[in-house]
């Protein structure tokens, strides 16, 4: 089958986020991991234009409560895109799968029901290392590739057509 030609999408440039506005919601459970997927977002929100006028950032305590503190955003902040930064550990309970279920059910629900991107920045690890390996570790940080994605959601959005 021929490979199809995708070079007229230009799906590697990131558009300019000058004229975005940003929420960044983070959970204080995990804190280390949290603030470096935080620390990321924002350097690379600022890297491609944001400005820090237009950059907020807001804590709750745990990743249960981030689509709740996303729903603060849409609500009170009107934001372009709200970025949703936490770290679940896996543990010896299943506290773990209920945190996750919530987390990605409460976000699905806010990108339909405010037809806006919520991005999904949760860490959903193992163990502490792994964790640490992807927020600004071996793997990257995925606060960053959180940021590109809502500037190229916002961007779609203002560019639907
Ligand atoms: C209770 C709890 C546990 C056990 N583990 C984590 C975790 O690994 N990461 C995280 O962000 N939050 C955790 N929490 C807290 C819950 O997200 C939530 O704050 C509480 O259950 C209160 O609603």
Known sequence: MA???LSQYNIESVPSAESMRFGIVVAEWNYEITSALA??????LKKH?????NILVKYVPGSFELPLGAQFFAEMENVDAVIILGCVIQGETRH??????????????LNLKYNKPFIFGLLTTNDEQQAKDRAGGIHGNKGDEAAVTAIKMV????NFS
């Open 96 to 109: 773990f799968d209920y945190i996750c279920d919530g987390v990605t059910k409460g976000t699905v629900d």
């Open 49 to 53: 234009g944001a400005t820090s006028d």
């Open 3 to 5: 490979t199809k030609d």
């Open 155 to 158: 961007h779609l959005k203002q």
């Open 39 to 44: 620390k990321g977002a924002i350097y690379t």
